[in-house]
Nanobody
């Protein structure tokens, strides 16, 4: 399974970005899909999950600002990020391939993308 993230970049505080995770040949709506992030010197943090195409989870740090979604026709997962803050700066990864039937953010994920860098700075 190949996951390819894109859409990262440099944005000012308060700005928006939309990250994409393309999964050629992998039906993203069937599986638990997740976004993680890791800032330099910090542990990896679970950001959001999407299961069954509509069941979502968000970390408290992004709730109300980020939205996870998918496009079945493109086999692509998205993370819309609004009202970005400097503390959102990190490498963002999408992940899938967990046996956890509840798609918990703490589950083990077998498939990872290479990551896309998000930098929030003025």
């Amino acid at each position: 399974v190949r996951l390819v993230e894109s859409g990262g970049g440099l944005v000012q505080p308060g700005g928006s970005l939309r990250l994409s995770c393309a999964a050629p040949g992998y039906t993203v709506s069937t599986y638990c899909m997740a976004w993680f992030r890791q800032a330099p010197g910090k542990e990896r943090e679970g950001v959001a999950t999407l299961f069954d195409g509509h069941t979502t989870y968000y970390a408290d740090s992004v709730k109300g600002r980020f939205a996870i979604s998918l496009d079945n026709t493109k086999n692509t997962l998205y993370l819309q990020m609004n009202m970005l803050k400097p503390e959102d700066t990190a490498m963002y990864y999408c992940a899938s391939g967990t046996a956890d039937p509840y798609c918990n953010i703490d589950a083990d994920f077998a498939y990872w993308g290479q990551g896309t860098q998000v930098t929030v700075s003025s």
